[in-house]
């Protein structure tokens, strides 16, 4: 009885003791910005002489509990002064202090990056030449699509498809199969079956937060097609203990064309909602394009530019502590795109292509403990692209189902994949991540021959030795087993970053690639007016050697003024590049064939000025693609060469809350060897110059109001040298690039408590 009493006497003081603690405590809220008032991402918060401490929200915001007294906060980030506030906390209070203003040191700190990363950390800390564009300069651009984002990056390249309206992209001068797309960290499955062949135009730009691109390779992280690199795209997340409701509205001339079924009529609309940690988001954007008309008659369209409308929706709900991150999201695409043909004999036979996406995704991260952290992502994708023939009668315009052979088809890809890693501190000298990577594809359809089914399992494994404080070493390995080819026994990488000088960073990076043909370049027989190709069941996977290198230099570092300049080259080495070529049992037909060796190589040289309102980038490249026909005809070069410059520069009119814009980028002719009928001769797409001006202006403190002018130089098609063959895979003829200058005007409201 005595032992029973004493239980009962032990707890109850523990109840007490329990809650008069919980009586002395408080909370400190607020929210961390730059001196023009930008939030601060992942500041560091903190009460000096206790160990009480957190780092802020994506939003800038914390939320800090601490007992019952005077203290001292200090806020710091990367790249920023230490501020200090002397604050005094009440029992039980919640305390919402005002912005904590960072003065701005060297680095931007805005550029938070995590692809590839062990953690959340600046660009400049990174051990990958990095580039990122934020949601700021996002808006700036007034863009529609991903494109209109992309597109003024150095070594970004786009082509358009005459039949099927995409857009096709290359980086390194490597087309997109090497290049991995990622949404928040998983791979995008499109109308190839796999993420290196998805068309980017089919994601919500109003639902991108930044943009992240790695350079270089990336293949024992990523997987082999991460080859050229990485271009992760960052979705918004909710924003702080807040109900957020957003809504755009965007409308643009299509070259000279507007008004009530032409130009182009976009409508977006976006909710997000946190509360103690939970939540919740949905969104929703319908963009219309009614195709450019031109100077055609009847029925006929200009180039590629047929109508367009997508429908694109999402939403997800999560969970944030102090320690883990839990979220699940669904995606969805709706996309009609329609071909129109010209009547002959009375009748016309248009082409409708039908695009469905449904995408889960789910997302975890634990942090265990100060020195172990977990990340795990899984997804599964489920694409489907319809074609549809239909034959129109031009008297009574009766629409009939085309019963000619290949006129319907319905093709289908899913995609399932998971990533884990976990991430171990070592020690401060050395830190170990182990990782699982599974991608499972397979596809169905008539257009589809045989089994379409590819697995991918892979392990890697890398650390980070930080051997002096300048000095950071990242090697890795991969092991791989593919369910359709061999893979190299050790698929292995190194990046290293030096830091020279306080002011000085040098990057080098080796990787080694492995990449099995998707199921599209095996399997897909695709057969109309302008494409016939067939796949090839008999292709070998690609090899790859890549090194990348850079120097980043802060040349100028104060208080209101920075200046940084990055100077880069690269080299990739291809064995069995797969690429399009003319079938040698059909000459009418395109196939996918392997090269036996292909070779890109280049520099790059990236400048940015930041002085008060005034940001601007000016940046050069130089790249040279590998001449397949050198090794069988003396006096050719080895490589051909093309250049770029871009220039990105906004002004921001504080007082007026106000900003201007102006974005140019010069892509240079592309030169290639053809080899013809009589003799090899030296053809190219020649260059052109692509500039946009735009301009923002609050409307107090619920509207933006944005207007501008696209393509300012009015281009519409480049010209080619080469001899057209006939197509959709010739490089001869004219090349679409734009459908003429353009004038938009764009109404954006936003609303937070």
């Given at each position: 009885?005595?032992?029973?009493?004493?239980?009962?006497?032990?707890?109850?003081?523990?109840?007490?003791?329990?809650?008069?603690?919980?009586?002395?405590?408080?909370?400190?809220?607020?929210?961390?910005?730059?001196?023009?008032?930008?939030?601060?991402?992942?500041?560091?918060?903190?009460?000096?002489?206790?160990?009480?401490?957190?780092?802020?929200?994506?939003?800038?915001?914390?939320?800090?509990?601490?007992?019952?007294?005077?203290?001292?906060?200090?806020?710091?980030?990367?790249?920023?002064?230490?501020?200090?506030?002397?604050?005094?906390?009440?029992?039980?209070?919640?305390?919402?202090?005002?912005?904590?203003?960072?003065?701005?040191?060297?680095?931007?700190?805005?550029?938070?990056?995590?692809?590839?990363?062990?953690?959340?950390?600046?660009?400049?800390?990174?051990?990958?030449?990095?580039?990122?564009?934020?949601?700021?300069?996002?808006?700036?651009?007034?863009?529609?699509?991903?494109?209109?984002?992309?597109?003024?990056?150095?070594?970004?390249?786009?082509?358009?498809?005459?039949?099927?309206?995409?857009?096709?992209?290359?980086?390194?001068?490597?087309?997109?199969?090497?290049?991995?797309?990622?949404?928040?960290?998983?791979?995008?499955?499109?109308?190839?079956?796999?993420?290196?062949?998805?068309?980017?135009?089919?994601?919500?730009?109003?639902?991108?937060?930044?943009?992240?691109?790695?350079?270089?390779?990336?293949?024992?992280?990523?997987?082999?097609?991460?080859?050229?690199?990485?271009?992760?795209?960052?979705?918004?997340?909710?924003?702080?203990?807040?109900?957020?409701?957003?809504?755009?509205?965007?409308?643009?001339?299509?070259?000279?064309?507007?008004?009530?079924?032409?130009?182009?009529?976009?409508?977006?609309?976006?909710?997000?909602?946190?509360?103690?940690?939970?939540?919740?988001?949905?969104?929703?954007?319908?963009?219309?394009?009614?195709?450019?008309?031109?100077?055609?008659?009847?029925?006929?369209?200009?180039?590629?530019?047929?109508?367009?409308?997508?429908?694109?929706?999402?939403?997800?709900?999560?969970?944030?502590?102090?320690?883990?991150?839990?979220?699940?999201?669904?995606?969805?695409?709706?996309?009609?795109?329609?071909?129109?043909?010209?009547?002959?004999?009375?009748?016309?036979?248009?082409?409708?292509?039908?695009?469905?996406?449904?995408?889960?995704?789910?997302?975890?991260?634990?942090?265990?403990?100060?020195?172990?952290?977990?990340?795990?992502?899984?997804?599964?994708?489920?694409?489907?692209?319809?074609?549809?023939?239909?034959?129109?009668?031009?008297?009574?315009?009766?629409?009939?189902?085309?019963?000619?052979?290949?006129?319907?088809?319905?093709?289908?890809?899913?995609?399932?994949?998971?990533?884990?890693?976990?991430?171990?501190?070592?020690?401060?000298?050395?830190?170990?991540?182990?990782?699982?990577?599974?991608?499972?594809?397979?596809?169905?359809?008539?257009?589809?021959?045989?089994?379409?089914?590819?697995?991918?399992?892979?392990?890697?494994?890398?650390?980070?030795?930080?051997?002096?404080?300048?000095?950071?070493?990242?090697?890795?390995?991969?092991?791989?087993?593919?369910?359709?080819?061999?893979?190299?026994?050790?698929?292995?990488?190194?990046?290293?970053?030096?830091?020279?000088?306080?002011?000085?960073?040098?990057?080098?990076?080796?990787?080694?690639?492995?990449?099995?043909?998707?199921?599209?370049?095996?399997?897909?027989?695709?057969?109309?007016?302008?494409?016939?190709?067939?796949?090839?069941?008999?292709?070998?996977?690609?090899?790859?050697?890549?090194?990348?290198?850079?120097?980043?230099?802060?040349?100028?570092?104060?208080?209101?003024?920075?200046?940084?300049?990055?100077?880069?080259?690269?080299?990739?080495?291809?064995?069995?590049?797969?690429?399009?070529?003319?079938?040698?049992?059909?000459?009418?037909?395109?196939?996918?064939?392997?090269?036996?060796?292909?070779?890109?190589?280049?520099?790059?040289?990236?400048?940015?000025?930041?002085?008060?309102?005034?940001?601007?980038?000016?940046?050069?490249?130089?790249?040279?693609?590998?001449?397949?026909l050198y090794e069988q005809q003396q006096g050719l070069e080895l490589f051909t060469w093309y250049p770029e410059v871009n220039l990105n520069a906004t002004y921001t009119f504080t007082k007026a809350g106000a900003s201007l814009g102006f974005f140019y980028k010069y892509t240079g002719a592309l030169p290639t060897y053809v080899l013809g009928s009589d003799a090899v001769y030296l053809a190219q797409i020649n260059g052109y110059s692509w500039a946009d001006i735009t301009a923002t202006k609050s409307l107090g403190k619920l509207l933006t109001l944005q207007t501008g002018v696209k393509n300012l130089l009015n281009v519409k098609q480049v010209s080619s040298s080469e001899i057209a063959s006939g197509g959709a895979h010739s490089t001869g003829g004219n090349h679409p690039m734009g459908y003429g200058r353009s004038f938009f005007l764009g109404l954006s409201f936003r609303f937070a408590k």
């Amino acid at each position: 009885m005595k032992r029973i009493s004493t239980l009962l006497l032990f707890c109850l003081l523990l109840g007490v003791s329990t809650t008069f603690a919980q009586q002395q405590l408080g909370t400190l809220k607020g929210k961390v910005v730059t001196a023009d008032g930008k939030a601060v991402a992942y500041a560091i918060v903190a009460l000096e002489n206790t160990s009480s401490g957190t780092t802020t929200r994506d939003d800038g915001t914390f939320a800090l509990a601490a007992h019952t007294g005077s203290y001292t906060l200090t806020a710091h980030a990367i790249g920023a002064t230490v501020e200090k506030r002397m604050v005094q906390l009440e029992s039980q209070q919640t305390l919402e202090l005002p912005p904590i203003r960072l003065k701005q040191k060297a680095v931007e700190l805005q550029q938070v990056v995590v692809t590839g990363q062990y953690e959340p950390q600046s660009v400049r800390k990174s051990v990958y030449q990095m580039r990122t564009i934020s949601s700021e300069q996002i808006k700036m651009r007034g863009a529609t699509d991903v494109q209109g984002v992309l597109n003024n990056e150095l070594g970004i390249r786009f082509d358009q498809d005459l039949a099927l309206g995409s857009s096709n992209l290359s980086l390194q001068g490597i087309s997109g199969q090497n290049v991995k797309v990622l949404l928040d960290g998983a791979p995008l499955v499109g109308r190839g079956g796999t993420s290196n062949e998805i068309n980017i135009n089919q994601l919500d730009v109003n639902n991108i937060e930044r943009i992240e691109i790695v350079e270089g390779p990336m293949s024992v992280v990523y997987g082999a097609d991460a080859l050229a690199g990485v271009i992760n795209i960052i979705s918004k997340k909710p924003q702080g203990e807040q109900l957020t409701l957003q809504a755009r509205l965007h409308e643009e001339t299509i070259s000279k064309e507007y008004g009530a079924g032409r130009g182009i009529h976009n409508q977006s609309a976006r909710v997000t909602w946190q509360r103690s940690g939970w939540q919740v988001a949905g969104g929703f954007s319908h963009n219309q394009f009614s195709g450019l008309k031109e100077n055609q008659e009847g029925r006929g369209l200009e180039w590629a530019w047929h109508p367009k409308e997508q429908w694109l929706g999402d939403v997800a709900a999560g969970y944030r502590s102090a320690k883990v991150h839990a979220w699940y999201r669904l995606n969805l695409l709706d996309e009609t795109i329609n071909s129109l043909g010209t009547f002959v004999n009375g009748k016309a036979t248009d082409k409708n292509f039908l695009s469905k996406r449904i995408m889960h995704q789910a997302q975890a991260d634990w942090q265990i403990s100060d020195k172990i952290n977990m990340t795990s992502v899984a997804s599964y994708t489920d694409f489907g692209r319809r074609t549809q023939g239909v034959e129109v009668e031009e008297e009574t315009g009766r629409e009939t189902l085309s019963l000619a052979a290949g006129a319907q088809d319905h093709t289908r890809f899913e995609g399932a994949s998971f990533r884990g890693t976990v991430h171990y501190k070592l020690s401060p000298v050395v830190a170990l991540q182990p990782g699982l990577d599974l991608n499972l594809e397979k596809g169905s359809g008539e257009r589809l021959a045989g089994s379409a089914g590819i697995n991918d399992y892979a392990v890697f494994f890398s650390a980070e030795l930080k051997p002096k404080p300048r000095i950071n070493i990242r090697p890795g390995l991969r092991l791989v087993h593919n369910s359709a080819y061999e893979a190299p026994p050790v698929i292995p990488s190194l990046h290293a970053k030096v830091s020279l000088t306080e002011k000085l960073d040098l990057r080098l990076a080796y990787g080694r690639g492995f990449r099995a043909p998707s199921l599209r370049e095996l399997y897909f027989n695709f057969h109309d007016a302008s494409h016939n190709i067939v796949g090839n069941t008999n292709l070998q996977a690609e090899l790859s050697h890549s090194f990348n290198g850079s120097l980043a230099w802060q040349v100028w570092e104060a208080e209101q003024m920075q200046v940084l300049s990055t100077l880069g080259g690269f080299y990739n080495h291809l064995e069995h590049l797969i690429t399009t070529g003319q079938d040698e049992r059909n000459p009418t037909h395109y196939t996918y064939i392997n090269i036996e060796k292909y070779k890109t190589t280049g520099v790059s040289l990236q400048n940015t000025l930041r002085l008060h309102d005034l940001e601007a980038t000016v940046g050069a490249s130089y790249i040279g693609r590998y001449n397949q026909l050198y090794e069988q005809q003396q006096g050719l070069e080895l490589f051909t060469w093309y250049p770029e410059v871009n220039l990105n520069a906004t002004y921001t009119f504080t007082k007026a809350g106000a900003s201007l814009g102006f974005f140019y980028k010069y892509t240079g002719a592309l030169p290639t060897y053809v080899l013809g009928s009589d003799a090899v001769y030296l053809a190219q797409i020649n260059g052109y110059s692509w500039a946009d001006i735009t301009a923002t202006k609050s409307l107090g403190k619920l509207l933006t109001l944005q207007t501008g002018v696209k393509n300012l130089l009015n281009v519409k098609q480049v010209s080619s040298s080469e001899i057209a063959s006939g197509g959709a895979h010739s490089t001869g003829g004219n090349h679409p690039m734009g459908y003429g200058r353009s004038f938009f005007l764009g109404l954006s409201f936003r609303f937070a408590k």
